[in-house]
């Protein structure tokens, strides 16, 4: 029988393969034989130069098509700061290799055909929307988030942090190539508006897919900015400075920085530097993110997306505490030949907090109420090194290396203070509670994270193999000093207690894994894709605890503990993907088996293993159609729909049969009993956009539904000790669906605009609480608009925002709340004369809730600034701003759970004056 269908498969696989291929491929060039990444590259047909095919070159500046044979076409290549040319060329036989394709600047005269015309504002071009720059009117002194703040398809929140379709930007390039790894901002606030040409956001598929030519239905958001001709060399930049001297009862304010950038054809250098007490952090969250130990393994079984967290809460206002700053870094890109590039980064920033938290909490039980009114005082100072790098070498066209390495430091002490009042409410009954801890931390951690990654490509087309190795090492290590005073309320009776601990946590983890793909093409359009992969991790925690009696250090063995734990996955499965000109269909399965061994290190070892098993479909369908005069189609109309599911693993911790109970007030029980859970991910969208009337209409919507949920029961007992257990549930489910309608009106197309986005949410889980299961369920209803005006003098800006939530219990009823927030900002950048310029924006927030005695007064936040330029072609700028002139901006998160309500307040910077100069540097082509 195994003979037979042998016999029958290679009969197969020599029909398919034996029908005929016509395989084009190429590498776009400069004069200077550097590569062209992200460039426009169409097929067009010789007699009516009707577009075939388009797409975007790779990092690498490469391209594949696969034609009908025997025909003549003409290949069309479109860059930024280069001539869009033309020429002709023939299919001969199967595969077509037309080489190095020469695009010469645009300040030379081609011998080829150039096809000139009107400079479009947007474009789409398969999976990228391209917005044009100077559409967009940036200003003097603008930077990259001014300008990305007027894009139609981008969401930009108060930190900085990019949106695109609902989906979260996590890189951004400069002219294909990554400026400064993986963070986004330091680009945003570093590259000046004027030197740039055009922002595209790419819906970008894997490095496996653009080498294999095979959709594997996995994509990321990402920012491609292409620079103008004119600053892709030489140097720009500029360097500011600014302050303002003790008034009004308020310190002494300073701002300095400086962003300095170096740029050839084959070289990309950067400097930066800041220095502030203005709130102003040079580094984002996931630096913070990065040591966080014991986290929970999860692993897909293809596709993309995350599920939601449906009870992120509501933040209003700026950044918590008053933050002062100074970091530096620079950013270094070389393109050796063709062959081999080399991308890197480094980056340091250190900061002082001070924060001031009031933290108010209202917990709801079968038979009662808790009240919780804590107050924090902390002293915070970090400092953070981060190294990336990438070399990358293309041995030939079939054969490439990939070596990605990075290395992050941490490190910090804070000095936290926190006054805590428990009142417990029941049957006319109130137990009052106290608690007065003071805790003192010293922290410290590195990160190193390296991959090794490589590539061939057969000479049959889509025939590949890839081979990817990643190591990673975390360690990190914490120590507290705890001083804490607890007055409980016992039988009318105040019992005091007294802790005073000295403890040290030391954690490691180590991760390795081994991937293998191959695919296989099985038709003209049907490919097949073969997955292996395993990793392991292995952790270790040790876990020291002192009390200190009388000055003298004596373990605590009931508190101190010290487990180890090693998780061995392996993860087989095929894709099988059928691509089209206007189609792509994706379907894929994945076996996934893991097994967890851990020990528990206490008089004696206690072993736990756990085997976990499952199944891991996916699924992915696109449809792609582009305008065309011809077949008279109007529209681009792109369409997506995406299922997957993924496994998500228990922390080792939430597994270990042990008791945390350093804080008396708080226990914490492990359960070695708990399953995997297992998601379930839906999503949808579906975008129309005319390329005359530049109206874009999108719909989108995702559903998360998660079997076996992980929760976390709480006991709370009479004294009020919580006690709080990872238990499995039968389900948690969010949803949201929302459409966004941008257009133009009047006669002059983007000089107005008008974007209107509703959004549906809705979430459902269940909770337990001293045993009984409560059922939460979340409906919230949000509405977004905003009003773009832009000329060469005035930027007018108006966007709101308006969320309306409601939130219900299945226990406790009469504790289910609403709560409203409204978000108003309204940005003015107004030319006055040539030297002159007068900015301002104004944010206006209300929010209200059911659970609030008192409604909050509105937050109104003006902030006013007078520029004025001067000097040899404008290159110095002189600003007096004000900010937050009417002193109203607080920090106020307020957050609903499944089983509480609390509003989180903190101190911010407030009201005041700067006086800024900043001097612009331009010296474009000039070596």
Known sequence: MKKTLMLLFMLFSSLVFAQPKSVVRGIAIDENNQVLPFATISVLVTKDSSNISSQLTKENGSFEFILSNSKSYLLKISVVGYQTTVFPFTIQGDFTDLGNVLVKSADNVLNEVIVKGNKEPVAVKKDTLEFDAGVLKPQQNDNLED???????????????????????????IDGKEFFGNDPQLALKNLPAESIEKIQVVEKKTEQAEFSGVDDGEREMVINVTLKDSHKKGTFGFGSVAGFPKFDNSPAFYNAKTSVNRFSPSEQFSVIGLLNNLNQQGFTPQDAANFSSLNSQSNRGGGGGNAANVNLPIVVGKRPGIVSTEGAGLNYNNQYAKKSSFQSSYFFNAGHTDLLRNLFRQSFLPSKTINTDQNTQQNRDNNNHR??????????????????????????????????????????????????????????GQSYN?????????????????????????????????????????NGAIVERTINQENLRKTKQQNQRIQIAYT????????????????????SSNFDVWDIVNATFVQNNVLSNAYSSRFDFQQAGFKLNNETKEKTLMVGVFYQKSILQSIVKRASDNVLERRFQNILPSMRYSFRRSADNKNLRKVNNNVTFEYNTAVSEPSVRDLQPITVNNNPQNIFLGNPDLKPEYVHRLFLNDNIFN?????????????????????????????????????????RWNANLGMNYTFSIGKVKNRMRITISPRYLVSQGNSLVNGVNNLNTQNQYRGDFKFTYLTDKI??????????????????????????????????????????TLATDFDYTYYQSSRLNNALKPIPILNVAVKHLFLKNNRGELMFSVQDVFKRNIYLSPRSDENFFEIDRSNTLSRYFLLTFTYTVRNQGKR
Do not use: C
Request: glycine content about 4%; proline content about 3%.
């Open 147 to 173: 300008l990305l703040r007027k894009v139609p398809a981008l969401e930009i929140d108060e930190n900085g942090g990019i949106k695109a379709q609902n989906k979260v930007i996590k890189k951004l390039y």
């Open 387 to 444: 190294l990336n790098a990438i070399l990358t070498h293309h041995f030939d066209e079939k054969n490439l290396l990939k070596l990605t390495t990075s290395v992050n430091t941490v490190a910090g002490d804070a000095l936290t203070n926190t006054l805590s009042k428990i009142s417990t409410f029941s049957l006319g009954d109130t137990v009052v509670n106290t608690s007065n801890r003071t805790v003192r931390n010293h922290s410290n």
């Open 450 to 490: 390296n991959s090794l990654l490589l590539r061939h490509r057969f000479a049959l087309p889509r025939r590949t193999i890839s081979l990817n190795a990643v190591f990673n090492l975390n360690k990190d290590t914490n120590s507290d000093s705890t001083n804490t005073l607890n007055r409980n309320q016992v």
């Open 520 to 539: 296989e093409p099985l038709a003209k359009n049907m490919t097949l894709e073969g997955n292996y992969a395993y990793q392991q991790n292995i952790n």
């Open 691 to 731: 390329p005359k009337t530049f109206t874009n209409i999108g719909i989108s919507g995702n559903l998360n539904y998660t079997q076996n949920a992980i929760a976390y029961a709480q006991t709370v007992s009479e004294t009020l000790v919580r006690t709080t257990q990872p238990v499995n549930m039968p389900y």
């Open 795 to 836: 930027n007018f800006i108006v966007a709101a925002n308006y969320q309306k939530s409601f939130v219900t219990y299945s226990v406790n009823q009469e504790f289910n709340q609403t709560f409203s927030i409204l978000k108003n900002t309204t940005d003015l950048r107004w030319r006055i004369t040539k030297e002159f």
